[in-house]
């Protein structure tokens, strides 16, 4: 699905050569290149304060700790995604309201996220699926009518654009009350292990979550609140800086393999390509979704398997009925689109180093297999 190593032998020599000066230097843990990281990402989203923590789930739950909830409290969050949201909301004490898709970008439906506030809603959390920016001005204003934080899963989504109807343009984690991301390797800004960081805009949520991040402290061995150890690490920061300035054109390059398998593909009537909202800015292709509307899901899976082409099935089950998530609450009839999506996705080989020859070679097979179907 990924290509880390061709990716990584253009890095190489920078990565190897400030990797052993950490090692040489000994500063592994926060060392200079964390906050140099730091006000490299601050630019680049331009956004106030980037604080990186130990991976992407931990920012998320970081985030929720930051805004002084109380068990019970309700947090809107999308059903098809994976479970980290869900589950730092569960951890925490705090009431999953778990809200169905939209059929075409596959993100938090805003006109469910309507019908699911009570008067205990306290945030909503948007995740920006596959890549694509959910719609952030319908979000923004649904959280300013009723007093809600936003906390944007951005970890399938950096370096995405969402544009207002007034033409503002501004990067995805940037736009809510905070933003998360996460640098698991194969994201579209990976390191060569886990990382994770929060952003925002707001002085006061920032520094309640450095903090928070540092076991509560805001001075050292005065512990004034509950706090987590979640750090990035020297190593980690160094890759993160390498892999930085390229992350625009890694994107293209993600946008222009999307671009030719759309073309392979879009003619066959089995499947449905990815719809891009918005401006190309938009979408910044962390998965490449199919979704099959014949029925023939599995067997394509098992048909790419045989050939062995990578593919991925994001996600099997959606969360109201995962096993750690169920509760009476939900209602089947009003998670459609999840469970629909839930057996049409699969996602192909997406990532900065795909070639022509590849994506012809994998689409010519997909329509093969239709063919083939019919007959
Ligand atoms: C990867 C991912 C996470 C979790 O990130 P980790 O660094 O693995 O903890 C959270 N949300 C979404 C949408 C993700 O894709």
């Given at each position: ?33 964390v906050s140099q990281f730091q006000s490299n990402l601050e630019s680049y989203l331009n956004v106030k304060h980037v604080i990186p923590c130990a ?321």
């Amino acid at each position: 699905m990924v290509d880390l190593q061709t990716q990584y032998e253009f890095i190489k020599n920078k990565v190897d050569a400030s990797v052993l000066k950490v090692f040489q230097k000994g500063t592994f843990i926060n060392g200079p290149s964390v906050s140099q990281f730091q006000s490299n990402l601050e630019s680049y989203l331009n956004v106030k304060h980037v604080i990186p923590c130990a991976n992407g789930t931990d920012a998320l739950q970081i985030a929720l700790m930051s805004l002084d909830l109380k068990p019970g409290d309700e947090i809107i969050t999308s059903d098809f995604t994976f479970a980290a949201c869900v589950e730092v909301i569960a951890l925490l004490k705090l009431n999953p309201v778990l809200v169905d898709v939209d059929l075409e970008t596959f993100n938090i439906d805003c006109n469910k996220v309507i019908k699911a506030i009570t008067p205990n809603t306290k945030a909503i959390i948007p995740v920006h699926l596959f890549g694509q920016v959910a719609n952030m001005e319908e979000i923004m204003n649904l959280a300013k009518a009723n007093n809600l934080f936003v906390i944007e899963d951005n970890a399938q989504g950096m370096g995405s654009v969402f544009e207002f109807s007034n033409n503002n343009k501004i990067k995805s984690g940037t736009i809510g009350d905070l933003g998360t991301t996460s640098f698991f390797p194969s994201k579209n800004l990976g390191c060569y292990g886990d990382g994770g960081a929060i952003f925002t805009n707001n002085d006061d949520l920032a520094y309640i979550i450095r903090g928070i991040v540092n076991h509560g402290m805001y001075k050292r061995y005065h512990h004034d609140v509950v706090g987590v150890n979640s750090r990035l690490d020297s190593i980690q920061a160094v890759v993160l800086n390498a892999k930085l300035p390229l992350l625009d054109f890694y994107n293209e390059r993600r946008k222009e393999a999307a671009l030719l398998y759309t073309s392979r593909l879009e003619s066959n009537e089995c499947l449905i390509t990815p719809n891009v909202k918005g401006d190309s800015q938009s979408h910044v292709f962390h998965q490449y979704t199919l979704r099959i509307i014949n029925g023939m899901r599995d067997a394509l899976a098992k048909y790419l398997s045989d050939l062995k082409i990578p593919f991925g099935i994001y996600y099997p089950i959606p969360l109201h009925r995962q096993k750690a998530y169920l509760d009476k609450r939900y209602d089947e009839k009003d998670f459609k689109i999840s469970n629909l999506m839930s057996e049409q996705v699969i996602s192909l080989p997406m990532h900065s180093e795909l070639d022509e020859d590849q994506i012809d070679f994998i689409c010519e097979k997909i329509n093969e297999f239709f063919k083939d179907q019919e007959n």
